[in-house]
């Protein structure tokens, strides 16, 4: 599982469960802190279509963090000011660094959980789609029409 | 312009503050920052986007404690956000994969993806809904969950954007990809002429009324006439930054809701015509700030006589704390700038009733 999955999945989930997948690593391991939970900023860079030139839209709250397990580090990085959902993600990382993370089947049900809640919330907008008739013979009703006119 | 210090006032200065906690005491109830942030989001919204900073527990908490106040909850978050450090920038957010909660096209009726309403007040009657006041949130709540649990899953598929087709067409200008650094205004100020970048943070970040009103000016004649929107879209997009032991992996740090908008313009193409494009991204669902940023952007672009076409106008008088924050200090103490301006006119009044006689 690569890193963007990994931690899609962590940030995506609720502070009690990522504690629980950290307790099971704190049981056999103990971490060394080597940066203490703390809130920094993230600067948000865009890409803009109109001219794929490059902007900053504004900046985001983030908790970092940093662990070691036996010579592996981990890393969190996580919006928001959640001290504790932070430092266990570190240690989670370290663990999956150092091999020794047993809780992928769990990572993968809480992936499918969060996946299934996006795509229901995906169907109620979808209900939304609409298809308009336009009332004006003359005006273009769709793109391939306005581009046929264009010809 | 003079100021002059002046001294005292502590204790009472110390009263009013404590008055303010009055001012917010007029009932046992309480308004709960969980609250605000999900019931009043379109106005956390506005001011993460004027802030500039992406937090809307940190916004619900700022309008709480100055009772509701806009720009004091800018100023509060803008003030928070300076003690931090910032240890981060994202990789280059794709806009394209947006997962879309409402995408709507003012140009064609039928677009790629499909139009998608999303939550919108646009349809609904302006009536006050009396009812609303004896609402039970856990009930609302309760239903919505219940509606939730109902749907049939759908796959998350990204909206094409209307405007690569056209573009595909040669009908709007392209460009190569621009990877030069942007210029932050957060930490370098404006200078003029200012690159894009600078435009496009200013105005994101720029006092929705300002801009809607710029926007409105050139509507009306002050400016290009009537822009089309060719296709606005609201949805989350995810930040990702690299992962610090490993450059050539990125690690997802949450998602954001983001209001873009693509507005087009008939513009002259040596002797025929093309579409120019003005565009608008801001924090949050605001339709009509992320509209106003793209007509505004098309209108900086053209140039001309109009104050949306003057570069330091628009860029230079929209920051919400800037802003207010001048016209606030008419409130301090102009003691000895008033005195001269005082014995200025009384000068005048003498010499002109001296002329009279």
């Known amino acids: 599982m690569d890193k963007k999955r990994l931690t899609r999945i962590l940030a995506k989930a609720d502070r009690q469960e990522v504690a629980a997948m950290a307790a099971d690593i704190l049981k056999t391991y103990r971490p060394v802190i080597l940066k203490e939970p703390g809130k920094t900023l993230a600067m948000i860079k865009m890409r803009e279509p109109v001219k794929q030139s490059l902007f900053y839209i504004g900046e985001v709250i983030v908790s970092e963090a940093v662990v070691e397990i036996d010579g592996a580090r981990g890393v969190a990085v996580v919006m928001g000011d959640d001290s504790e959902k932070t430092l266990d993600m570190a240690i989670i990382d370290a663990a999956v660094n150092k091999g020794v993370f047993t809780g992928m089947e769990t990572l993968l049900a809480l992936e499918k959980g969060q996946n299934d809640m996006v795509m229901r919330e995906n169907a109620m907008h979808l209900k939304t789609m609409v298809s308009f008739e336009s009332m004006d013979q003359e005006a273009p009703?769709?793109?391939?029409?306005?581009?046929?006119?264009?010809? | 312009?003079?100021?002059?210090?002046?001294?005292?006032?502590?204790?009472?200065?110390?009263?009013?503050?404590?008055?303010?906690d009055f001012y917010r005491s007029g009932t046992d109830k309480d308004v709960e920052v969980e609250a605000v942030e999900n019931k009043l989001s379109l106005l956390v919204d506005r001011i993460m986007?004027?802030?500039?900073?992406?937090?809307?527990?940190?916004?619900?908490?700022?309008?709480?404690?100055?009772?509701?106040?806009?720009?004091?909850?800018?100023?509060?978050?803008r003030a928070y956000r300076s003690t931090l450090t910032r240890n981060y920038y994202t990789d280059t957010v794709?806009?394209?994969?947006?997962?879309?909660?409402?995408?709507?096209?003012?140009?064609?009726k039928d677009i790629t993806g499909g139009q998608i309403l999303g939550a919108t007040y646009d349809y609904t009657h302006r009536l006050i809904n009396f009812?609303?006041?004896?609402?039970?949130p856990a009930e609302l709540r309760r239903r919505m969950t219940a509606a939730l649990s109902a749907q049939a899953p759908e796959e998350v598929v990204p909206c094409p954007r209307l405007s690569d087709e056209l573009r595909k067409e040669g009908l709007i200008d392209s460009f190569d990809e621009d990877n030069r650094s942007p210029r932050d205004v957060?930490?370098?100020?404006?200078?003029?002429?200012a690159g894009r970048s600078a435009r496009l943070q200013t105005l994101s970040r720029a006092d929705a009324g300002f801009i809607s009103g710029l926007a409105y000016s050139a509507l009306r004649g002050f400016g290009q006439v009537h822009p089309t929107v060719g296709e606005?879209?609201?949805?989350?997009?995810?930040?990702?930054?690299?992962?610090?032991?490993?450059?050539?992996?990125?690690?997802?740090?949450?998602?954001?809701?983001?209001?873009?908008?693509?507005?087009?313009?008939?513009?002259?193409?040596?002797?025929r015509?093309?579409?120019?494009?003005?565009?608008?991204?801001?924090?949050?669902?605001?339709?009509?700030?992320?509209?106003?940023?793209?007509?505004?952007?098309?209108?900086?672009?053209s140039g001309g006589p109009y104050p949306t076409q003057d570069e330091e106008f628009v860029l230079t008088h929209g920051d919400s704390l800037e802003m207010n924050g001048f016209i606030s200090h008419l409130k301090l103490p102009h003691y000895v700038t008033f005195q001269s301006k005082l014995d200025s006119v009384r000068k005048t009044r003498v010499a002109g009733n001296e002329r009279k006689l």
């Not at chain 1, 391939?144 to 010809?151: D, I, M, R, Y």
């Open chain 2, 232 to 271: 606005l879209r609201c949805g989350y997009v995810e930040l990702y930054v690299s992962y610090l032991p490993d450059e050539n992996e990125s690690i997802f740090i949450g998602e954001i809701l983001i209001t873009e908008v693509e507005c087009f313009n008939a513009a002259d193409d040596k002797d």
């Open chain 2, 1 to 20: 312009m003079a100021y002059v210090a002046v001294s005292g006032g502590k204790e009472a200065i110390g009263e009013s503050i404590r008055l303010l």
């Open chain 2, 131 to 136: 009812d609303m006041d004896g609402e039970s």
């Open chain 2, 186 to 193: 957060t930490v370098k100020m404006l200078e003029f002429p």
């Open chain 2, 94 to 108: 794709d806009t394209g994969a947006m997962r879309v909660v409402r995408r709507i096209s003012a140009a064609f």
């Open chain 2, 49 to 77: 986007s004027e802030a500039g900073l992406y937090s809307k527990t940190y916004a619900a908490l700022a309008l709480k404690q100055c009772e509701g106040s806009l720009e004091e909850a800018v100023f509060l978050l």
């Open chain 1, 141 to 151: 009703d769709d793109l391939n029409a306005f581009k046929k006119a264009q010809l």
């Open chain 2, 273 to 301: 015509l093309k579409l120019a494009v003005g565009y608008g991204a801001v924090f949050g669902r605001n339709e009509n700030k992320a509209i106003s940023m793209a007509v505004i952007d098309r209108e900086l672009d």
